[in-house]
């Protein structure tokens, strides 16, 4: 089959390798019809991603049909239009057992060493991280599912509220989502912040975001507390700057909420504590998601409650990951979300 490889830092290339093959009864080979490109990819590309390293073949944002099924498989039949979770876990430890997956410390992510990913023609996953794409959903719709994923798990790690307002501090895929998914759950004021505009501007005109501001802006911080009655219940670091921390910080209110959700791998943080302390503000961290989360995104997409196709702006065959990877790199072209077909 073919497939794109991350074959060193930088550099895609197409290849003919084997077809995984179902080794367990509870396993599904998928065949791949689209695939995001991930900021986490994106991550792998530059060399600094803690664990996908070339070569490898990345892609979790996966969306196909179902081409083979295990003998235990019970809801899938062959030919089914699904949609995965890209995480296989070992079901049995005491987080898998209470439904927190997604800090199983033994599981395996898809488009890793351990788990070959969907920048191949098809791939293998465990019945329980399939799910079905509903009919209205296009396959390409189904890849913005695990981003959309992504922001229902960020929002409830936030324990947001209605009536609550939010700072989203990076406005490309998933912090354009995680405007839609705020907004839907009731957030009155929804501010974006970003380095591109055309990202703003996605987020503001289909994604509920109701300000936004162009960064880099030494007076951020005071028109974002304007806007806000003096400072946000919850802050989002959405984007690949530490410094951004700072800022969430500063226009927090007293005892909100600040998610990282960027890896900021970049440099060790470095911020002063006593405005965390002073303020009484709670830092949390947010990794992938639940099932739960997955249904739920899977819920707001198909019932339109969050326009996922807003931040869907390329469209590549396969063959040219490279360009697709350079595009989600720089946002050239007013990329935000590139998806790759087979
Ligand atoms: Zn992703
Ligand atoms: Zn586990």
Redesign the pocket.
């Known amino acids: 089959m073919k497939a794109a490889l991350l074959e060193r830092v930088g550099r895609m290339a197409m290849v003919d390798v084997e077809r995984p093959v179902i080794a367990q009864p509870d396993e599904i080979l998928i065949r791949t019809k689209t695939v995001g490109v991930c900021g986490s990819e994106i991550h792998a590309f530059h060399g600094t991603h803690p664990y996908r390293k070339a070569p490898v073949i990345l892609g979790h944002e996966a969306a196909g049909e179902v081409f083979a099924v295990g003998k235990a498989v019970k809801k899938f039949q062959v030919g089914d239009r699904v949609i995965v979770d890209p995480q296989w ?5 005491a ?2 057992l209470r439904g927190d ?1 997604n800090v ?4 395996r992510v898809l488009g890793t060493a351990n788990w070959q990913g969907a920048f191949g023609e098809y791939f293998v996953a465990p019945e329980e991280a399939v799910f079905h794409l509903p009919s209205n959903l296009s396959y390409a719709q189904g890849s913005l599912i695990e981003p959309l994923t992504v922001g229902v798990h960020v929002a409830r790690r936030a324990n947001l509220q209605a009536g609550e307002s939010v700072a989203i501090l990076g406005a490309g895929a998933i912090g354009g989502l995680l405007s839609g998914v705020c907004h839907t759950q009731g957030a009155q004021t929804v501010i974006a912040a970003d380095i591109k505009q055309h990202c703003l501007d996605a987020a503001r005109e289909r994604l509920g975001a109701t300000h936004d501001f162009l960064l880099p802006d030494v007076q951020v911080a005071e028109k974002i507390k304007r806007v806000s009655d003096g400072g946000v219940d919850v802050v989002f670091i959405t984007a690949d700057d530490g410094s951004l921390v700072n800022l969430g910080i500063e226009i927090a209110k007293r005892r909100g909420r600040i998610v990282l959700v960027a890896l900021l791998t970049e440099a060790p943080l470095q911020f002063v504590a006593y405005p965390i302390i002073s303020k009484e503000l709670q830092i949390v961290g947010s990794l992938m998601s639940s099932p739960a989360d997955v249904e739920k995104a899977i819920d707001l997409a198909a019932s339109n409650q969050v326009d996922v196709e807003a931040i869907a702006t390329h469209r590549l065959p396969i063959e040219q990951a490279q360009r697709g990877m350079e595009l989600a790199l720089t946002k050239d072209d007013q990329a935000i979300k590139v998806i790759l077909g087979f």
């Open positions: 876990t070992c079901g049995k430890c987080y898998c997956i199983c410390p033994s599981k």
